[in-house]
């Protein structure tokens, strides 16, 4: 693994394991951040995306997403290991959840609903409709690539920048699915919420898990094509 892919592979472990911390903290009982509710959450996940950008973008330009990586692909900005990125984000995403599950197992033990254990791991929709919780996650998605495109790609961005979008995209539009904008932010723990013994868990929800990677994709790969024309 060369020093590009594995800061690939640390700054998405970063993202991971403090993003879904915020999420454990403000879902699980017996925390003391229990119920802090959307805006901690929304906060919290900027300042995760900070972080790991901070420490990613000197080596790897810091994409820690899978469809940015797509995004920033097409519109000519990102001319590396495609196939590499995404799977050092993959396994980012997975070790970032597998720590967030040991740090809080006690308050995974401790919580009775299958529901907010499994919305730690994963992303899920307020109200299921097909197309509403897709179109939700392509425009995020679009808004988060085409913002950081439109400033010269990710590492120009900065991660200052980028927290920023993080955040105003949970605020206004995450609401309606848990705002993924990030295949591997969701499927990376969720197939963790698969594999780990978690007491009490219900299934991993795969009947949605394909719309938080492929909305997210579309809406990466629609900012990228459009970057192109402008």
């Known amino acids: 693994m060369n020093q590009t892919i594995l800061f690939e592979f640390i700054g998405t472990a970063f993202l991971i394991l403090l993003g879904e911390g915020v999420c454990a903290n403000v879902s699980l009982k017996k925390t003391f951040g229990n119920r802090a509710g959307w805006v901690v959450v929304t906060f919290g ?3 995760a995306v900070f972080v790991g950008a901070f420490i990613a973008a000197p080596y790897s330009g810091a994409h820690l997403n899978p469809a ?3 995004g920033l692909a097409l519109a000519g900005t990102f001319d590396g290991n495609i196939a590499g990125y995404i799977a050092a984000q993959m396994l980012g995403a997975m070790t970032g959840a597998l720590l967030v599950y040991l740090m809080y197992k006690p308050h ?3 919580e009775e609903s299958a529901d907010v254990k499994l919305g730690v791991f994963a992303t899920g929709p307020a109200i299921p409709h097909l197309f509403s919780n897709f179109l ?3 425009i995020g998605t679009f808004v988060l690539v085409f913002g950081i495109l439109m400033v010269g790609g990710a590492q120009m961005a900065g ?4 927290a920023i979008l993080i955040v105003v995209i949970g605020m206004a539009l995450g609401g309606t699915t ?3 904008i990030n295949p591997a932010r969701d499927l990376g723990p969720r197939i963790m919420h698969a594999l780990l013994p978690i007491s009490g868990k219900r299934d ?6 394909w719309l938080p990677v492929v ?4 809406g990466a790969v629609a900012a990228g094509l459009l970057s192109l024309v402008l």
Request: aromatic letters at 28%; one cysteine or more.
């Open 215 to 218: 909305a997210p994709t579309c």
């Open 159 to 162: 991660p200052y920048p980028v």
């Open 45 to 47: 996940w900027g300042f």
């Open 204 to 209: 991993s929800n795969w009947r949605y898990a």
């Open 136 to 138: 939700s996650e392509f």
């Open 68 to 70: 940015l990586t797509l």
């Open 108 to 110: 995974f033990d401790a």
């Open 178 to 180: 848990g705002y993924a």
